[in-house]
């Protein structure tokens, strides 16, 4: 039996009562409010995961079936984000408060925080770089000093051996 309450100013949601069970189908407004506020911690994990996963692209380009793959890894960790969320805070149901406080979250993660941090990361990436050519570089001239040198040794024990 489906008794409809009164509107007023509080939440509304609709109950059904059946003998002794009252059995309520929405979210009362605090709920909905913490599930939006809450709702800022998976987006804000999301964002640090594609921010960590972008490092590492920086870091050490990968092969196209590479990047491939760890895109589909990304999805895959960002939709059990999202399920665990949607399961534990709004009874497994999408909502559209929390998909857009997880993609306010998001955004705020990856542009305010995560540009810098990638822009750093390049800076230092190619630092290194810079620094692993020029070792490289004394390195090699280092090897074709010493290549050289034994030549200059060999063509003179070659020569004693032919006299």
Known sequence: MYIPQKKSRRAVFSA???DRKCVVLQLTTA???AAFLWAFVPGALIGLLYLLLNIIRIMSPPAAWQIFIG?????LA???INSVYAISQTEGKVRLYVIAAELISFSA???IGGK???RFVRYISSVI???KQRLLRKITEQIKRLRSFFAGIMKKCI???KN
Not at 71 to 75: E, S, Y
């Open 16 to 18: 059904v009562y059946s």
């Open 31 to 33: 709920q909905q409010t």
């Open 71 to 75: 895109d589909i890894l990304f999805m």
């Open 78 to 80: 960002a939709g059990l």
């Open 109 to 111: 993660v990856y542009f």
């Open 116 to 118: 810098p941090v990638i």
């Open 129 to 131: 770089i810079k620094i």
């Open 159 to 161: 020569s004693k051996q």
